[in-house]
């Protein structure tokens, strides 16, 4: 009896919200107990990435909500949208493991009435790299992010360095829009052999999967040959050794001041420079970044 109320007091129960009004409910409660709240926004198909965004929210606010939503305006491919993983079951079990207070998990119709139209312009940015490869992405993603804000109005929202543009997109929303909360940037996570974790390593075939890890190969060879090799050659390097495999495809590969994601010519050129890049790995695109000096 005991032990049954200490496991019921003690362990953390996971509210499982649906709408936006359980959702305001729940904030509604746990503000009036004066809690700070932590945001970790998501797509589910949940991995030590994202988890590591959970553990950090908790240890920096009282309450943390945890985002799952497959948001459809930031999916250019409508394949890639229908094969995202969705094992719904299995994230709420990681998200009670990890103490995770709230699970919002809202239908598309709870997010978007239909016939929005969203405009933010956040410049330069949105249209690069995954921009450029991936056109309208980062407006679906500000659209469904400024929409998570307002309705949770978190102190804190958590992001992965794994999607770093995407952080820095954000970044510029809110200073553009004014909205009153703090953007914490978590390292990635990355699997034993150096590959990052992502939700989409699930499409890899055994022998993609062993080829991947040449993604992050290629990263640290880069943050090897700095600051001796010039970037512009070091970027040739690293695109020889990603050559190395005849199932890596690659999209871009840039090395870049890491405040504005514009090529570097030197390394003395920006405080922080990072290496970007995105490659198809057999049909599975991946991407992954590195800093090579300085941090974000
Ligand atoms: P996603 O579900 O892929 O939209 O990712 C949700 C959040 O988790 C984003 O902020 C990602 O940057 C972050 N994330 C994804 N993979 C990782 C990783 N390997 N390490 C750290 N954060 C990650």
């Not at 929210?57 to 799952?68: G, L």
């Not at 993983?85 to 998200?95: F, M, Q």
């Not at 909205?179 to 052999?193: G, K, S």
Request: net charge negative.
């Amino acid at each position: 009896m005991f032990f049954t109320i200490f496991a019921v007091y003690f362990s953390a129960v996971l509210e499982i919200l649906k709408t936006r009004r359980e959702l305001t409910g729940f904030l509604q409660g746990r503000r009036e107990q004066g809690h700070s709240v932590g945001l970790v926004p998501t797509m589910g198909a949940l991995h030590e990435g994202h988890l590591s965004l959970i553990a950090r929210s908790r240890k920096e606010n009282r309450s943390t909500v945890c985002s799952i939503f497959v948001n459809p305006t930031q999916f250019n491919d409508p394949e890639d949208l229908r094969k995202y993983p969705r094992p719904i079951t299995l994230d709420i079990r990681k998200l009670e493991q990890a103490g995770c207070d709230a699970l919002f998990l809202p239908g598309v119709s709870e997010v978007y009435s239909g016939t929005e139209e969203w405009e933010l312009d956040t410049g330069e940015l949105e249209g690069i790299l995954e921009g450029e490869f991936r056109p309208g992405h980062y407006r679906g993603v500000t659209q469904v992010v400024s929409k998570l804000f307002e309705l949770t109005d978190p102190d804190r929202a958590y992001f992965g360095q794994k999607d770093y543009q995407q952080y820095l997109v954000i970044s510029r929303m809110v200073q553009l829009l004014s909205i009153p909360v703090q953007l914490v940037c978590c390292p990635t996570v990355r699997e034993a052999d150096g590959l990052a974790m992502s939700s989409r390593n699930v499409h890899l075939s055994p022998e993609e999967r062993s080829a991947a890890s040449l993604l992050s190969r290629t990263l640290f060879a880069i943050r090897d040959m700095a600051p001796e090799v010039p970037p512009e050659q070091a970027k040739e390097k690293a695109l020889d050794l990603l050559s190395a495999s005849p199932l890596i495809l690659p999209d871009y590969l840039v090395i870049a001041d890491a405040s504005t994601l514009r090529s570097v010519g030197s390394w003395d050129e920006a405080p922080a420079i990072i290496a970007l890049l995105a490659a198809k790995v057999g049909q599975t695109r991946l991407i992954d970044n590195l800093f090579i000096k300085g941090t974000v």
